[in-house]
């Protein structure tokens, strides 16, 4: 039997436990009457695909005529006919017309077919239709085959807890009062981390997760009290929700490192000093990563700390993380209504021209070559827009300058992708600069981006909140090898603030 024959089967079954009645399948014929359809329908020219059509009647010395043939067969599928199954368009819809319909058993009242199963599907959905709709006419071909009036709720709830006794369970959760106007997406991923965002979307798209009974997107804000259906997730999901606050917690070694590295910490806000080469997340090819760290930086609050915002895997610098999911929405708020204001320190190979400006130049995914590389894409792209001021330029190694940088949009890789637009990539970006990214005689081995500093209002009391990050020891060391000195660029803004 094929699995769509099966889940049909077991449909009906379902409404069987429901009425307590005994119902056939849908267009099933046995024995003598299918025996008498092949017979009927075997008579025929073949057509394409394999499949005999009934000769059309004809009167003598008259042709069959083309409209009388659409008329009399529309919708006829007389291979769907011979296995049982009921037809599609006018054939499948008219009772009593079709051969599948006329020889159905005769367990239903008044010799009625039974109906098709998107039919029970359109039923069990909760479809609720005025007289003479479709959806009503659909619930009104089933409630014959199961002998009296359907209480629709009824088979509903029936059939829901049958399925998800054999699923696992559907379950329901409630947003908290503290998940207020938090993504859809990102409410997942702090409750069920082991689900792949692929899997999530695949899961909205089928609408198999509903807010409030109804379908909904991935970038859907929540609110306080919305209820969230969550359908059986796959075994090796839930496994890794499972083991989640195990792999959060690293090695005692790389757990004080980053202690080591916070720069400053209250009951609302921990600010790092991120590294050079850690992933702030996970992705293809990433094995370390801080997001699944992050329980070395619980110290002695009642969860883990929560990422608001993200740096690239090379760049160094400063990195909020909300420590209560109230602060993770107001350090949210602030960064969508640009109330943040960040700073980042880049060395570059070329001088920009002029020295102080900004660039506005939409950027978009490069559809050639691997990986994720973002480029000029005038169509297409997204708004991205970045102020930049030169504070020092040297021709000592090579013609090299230290500019400051202030991103007003956060796209992918826009401060690397707009440098390199205008003929002056960062020092060791390879991926956007190419070979004028390792100018001769310069001793760059890393990308030399570091995110100096951030400013924004504090969750608690909307006092400005103002994080500065060192340099690291790959910047500190090309700057002493180009002369630069760190203290210059203390007063200087790219927005002129």
């Keep these: 039997m094929s699995r769509a024959a099966a889940f049909r089967d077991s449909c009906y079954r379902w409404i069987c436990q429901v009425r307590g009645a005994l119902l056939t399948p849908p267009g099933y014929c046995g024995g003598e009457d299918r025996a008498r359809d092949e017979n009927a329908v075997g008579r025929g020219r073949r057509r394409r695909g394999g499949c005999r059509r009934p000769a059309p009647l004809r009167r003598a010395g008259r042709p069959p005529c083309r409209a009388t043939w659409r008329g009399r067969y529309a919708g006829r599928h007389p291979g769907r006919e011979r296995r049982g199954i009921p037809c599609h368009g006018r054939a499948g819809r008219d009772h009593g017309t079709g051969v599948v319909a006329r020889r159905c058993p005769s367990g239903f009242p008044d010799g009625?077919?039974?109906?098709?199963?998107?039919?029970?599907?359109?039923?069990?959905?909760?479809?609720?239709?005025?007289?003479?709709?479709?959806?009503?006419?659909?619930?009104?071909?089933?409630?014959?085959?199961?002998?009296?009036?359907?209480?629709?709720?009824?088979?509903?709830?029936?059939?829901?807890?049958?399925?998800?006794?054999?699923?696992?369970?559907?379950?329901?959760?409630?947003?908290?009062?503290?998940?207020?106007?938090?993504?859809?997406?990102?409410?997942?991923?702090?409750?069920?981390?082991?689900?792949?965002?692929?899997?999530?979307?695949?899961?909205?798209?089928?609408?198999?997760?509903?807010?409030?009974?109804?379908?909904?997107?991935?970038?859907?804000?929540?609110?306080?009290?919305?209820?969230?259906?969550?359908?059986?997730?796959?075994?090796?999901?839930?496994?890794?929700?499972?083991?989640?606050?195990?792999?959060?917690?690293?090695?005692?070694?790389?757990?004080?490192?980053?202690?080591?590295?916070?720069?400053?910490?209250?009951?609302?806000?921990?600010?790092?000093?991120?590294?050079?080469?850690?992933?702030?997340?996970?992705?293809t090819g990433v094995k370390r990563n801080l997001d699944v760290m992050l329980g070395a930086l619980q110290f002695d609050a009642a969860e883990p700390p929560r990422l608001v915002h993200r740096l690239d895997q090379d760049t160094s610098g400063v990195l909020l993380l909300a420590r209560t999911a109230e602060a993770a929405n107001r350090l949210a708020r602030a960064f969508r209504s640009k109330d943040a204001r960040k700073l980042y320190w880049a060395l570059t190979a070329g001088i920009p021209k002029p020295r102080r400006g900004r660039i506005d130049l939409p950027l978009g995914k490069l559809k050639r070559g691997g990986g994720e590389k973002m480029g000029h894409d005038p169509k297409a792209g997204k708004e991205a827009v970045t102020l930049y001021a030169t504070v020092e330029t040297t021709r000592r190694l090579a013609e090299v300058a230290w500019l400051a940088l202030s991103p007003l949009t956060g796209r992918t890789h826009q401060l690397r992708a707009h440098l390199a637009e205008i003929g002056a990539p960062i020092l060791g970006d390879g991926k956007y600069g190419g070979r004028k990214a390792y100018p001769e005689g310069v001793p760059v081995h890393q990308l030399q981006l570091h995110a100096r500093e951030i400013a924004l209002p504090h969750p608690a009391d909307g006092t400005t909140l103002r994080v500065t990050a060192p340099l690291p020891a790959h910047m500190r060391a090309l700057f002493a090898a180009l002369e630069f000195d760190a203290e210059s660029g203390a007063g200087v803004d790219p927005a002129g603030n």
């Design 112 to 283: 009625r077919p039974a109906g098709r199963v998107h039919d029970l599907l359109d039923l069990f959905a909760g479809g609720r239709g005025a007289a003479g709709t479709p959806c009503h006419r659909a619930c009104r071909r089933l409630c014959p085959g199961v002998r009296g009036p359907v209480d629709r709720r009824a088979v509903r709830g029936h059939v829901g807890d049958t399925v998800a006794a054999d699923l696992g369970g559907v379950e329901t959760r409630q947003v908290a009062a503290d998940e207020a106007d938090i993504r859809l997406d990102r409410w997942f991923k702090r409750h069920y981390p082991g689900l792949a965002f692929g899997r999530l979307a695949k899961l909205l798209r089928t609408g198999q997760v509903r807010v409030d009974g109804k379908r909904a997107k991935p970038s859907q804000r929540l609110a306080p009290g919305q209820e969230v259906r969550i359908p059986p997730l796959p075994q090796d999901a839930e496994e890794a929700t499972k083991s989640d606050s195990a792999s959060r917690m690293p090695g005692e070694v790389e757990a004080q490192r980053l202690r080591d590295a916070v720069l400053y910490r209250d009951d609302w806000v921990i600010a790092l000093d991120k590294p050079a080469g850690l992933a702030t997340q996970g992705g």
